[in-house]
């Protein structure tokens, strides 16, 4: 199954915290939309037969989009490609910039998964992160969207502000769970070069939580909704039963998925040319823009993805959500994990980070809290045997 995934990169605002493109003007949005469904019909071309079951609108703040135009987006989906009648189609929202006529018509559209950006119902913490709506206003969105039909509703917000406290983030959660949404995903802020944050964190206008305090936020978020029904299952993504995202699940399956809009990733794993292949849009839309006007996809580079490569990602990703398969990536990669990194996994599990179970190799409350470190250490292991096979 793969996955189709439309970058929208405009906002009305530009969050202080946020490194994804987008620009706060709109003049370029008509120029823009014409390019993307052109971008789409390229497509036809390479004759794609796998069946696709999810779409994602992401962003940027694709909820600025008309319901019509996200009408006749989803439309030349359908015809260019075969979408599942069931799929999985998401829109990101930002609640200052939605009404209850606006979800009506997504969900009439064939939206049937919201995405709400909430990040906090703190008023003066959505003001530090710079976000245009209020708390109010979110809540009431995310009631809106339950009014009109919505049933697969998911809350993002983010943990680890600068002087926020345990109970702040508790009454965050606390008011997010309230809402009765089937999703919430919970990121702890990350200063990420070149954003106007960065540059306050280096001028020392605000500090970064201590590492410790953000451990803390990140093992009481685990439990609190573990006990309030949802599923860990990946890093930041808490779900009720049946109500994963099965958007980011393909994502880290390593199923296929095309990106379109400027800055939109794919990954194809049996192109026409016979090789894995990860390919990125140019990050301009003008750029973006200029290379549809004149047919060329509007690439801005591509890698094949070597075995190894591939290997080391199915275990990254299997570590940061629900396990590796270990069977699969046998099957898949010849990879006999077990073997390979015998010594380290019983360390682990001795530590009490990993478990086994059921063939797949899953990492406990207290291994998410280092999901880098050993997927490091596990990638290193494998290298190691690897060497050692190679040098016998
Ligand atoms: S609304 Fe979302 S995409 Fe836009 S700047 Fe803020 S965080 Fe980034």
Redesign the pocket.
């Given at each position: 199954m793969a996955s189709l995934y439309l970058h929208i990169p405009?906002?009305?605002?530009?969050?202080i915290?946020?490194?994804?493109y987008?620009v706060e003007s709109l003049d370029s949005m008509d120029r823009f939309l014409s390019a993307l469904k052109q971008e789409i019909e390229l497509y036809a071309d390479y004759s794609i037969k796998e069946e696709f079951e999810t779409i994602f609108f992401g962003?940027?703040?694709p909820s600025l989009l008309k319901p019509k135009t996200l009408h006749e987006i989803l439309d030349r989906l359908s015809t260019t490609f075969t979408i599942r009648r069931d799929a999985e189609v998401t829109v990101?929202a930002?609640p200052g910039t939605v009404d209850r006529a606006k979800l009506r018509s997504y969900r009439e559209a064939g939206v049937n998964r919201l995405s709400f950006?909430v990040?906090s119902f703190h008023d003066d913490e959505l003001k530090f992160?710079?976000?245009?709506h209020s708390s109010e206003q979110a809540k009431v969105s995310v009631l809106m969207a339950k009014d009109v039909g919505f049933n697969n509703v998911n809350i993002d917000l983010i943990f680890s502000l600068p002087n926020q406290t345990l109970q702040r983030w508790e009454e965050n959660l606390r008011q997010a769970v309230e809402l009765e949404p089937q999703h919430i995903s919970a990121y702890s802020l990350i200063v990420e070069k070149g954003t106007p944050l960065a540059d306050m964190v280096a001028a020392k206008l605000v500090s970064p939580l201590p590492v410790e305090t953000e451990a803390e936020m990140y093992e009481f978020t685990m439990a609190y909704l573990r006990s309030a029904g949802f599923q860990h299952y990946e890093v930041s993504n808490y779900a009720k039963p049946g109500f994963r995202s099965r958007h980011n699940s393909n994502y880290w399956n390593h199923s296929n998925y095309l990106g379109f809009g400027p800055s939109a990733h794919s990954f194809w794993s049996a192109t026409p040319l016979g090789d894995r292949r990860r390919w990125w849009n140019v990050r301009s839309i003008d750029g973006y823009c200029e290379k549809i006007l004149n047919r060329q996809l509007p690439l801005a580079g591509q890698e094949v993805l070597t075995e190894e490569q591939l290997v080391e990602e199915a275990i990254m990703l299997g570590l940061r959500s629900d396990g590796i398969d270990l069977y699969r990536l046998s099957s898949e990669f010849g990879v006999d994990l077990l073997t390979a990194a015998r010594s380290t996994i019983e360390q682990l599990t001795a530590e009490h980070l990993t478990t086994l179970n059921d063939h797949t190799l899953r990492l406990t409350d207290k291994g998410y809290l280092l999901c880098d470190e050993i997927s490091e250490v596990m990638i290193s292991s494998i290298s190691l045997a690897h060497t050692s096979c190679e040098s016998v």
């Open positions: 405009f906002c009305e605002h530009k969050c915290y946020c490194d994804f987008s962003g940027g703040t990101e930002n950006g990040q992160l710079t976000r245009i």
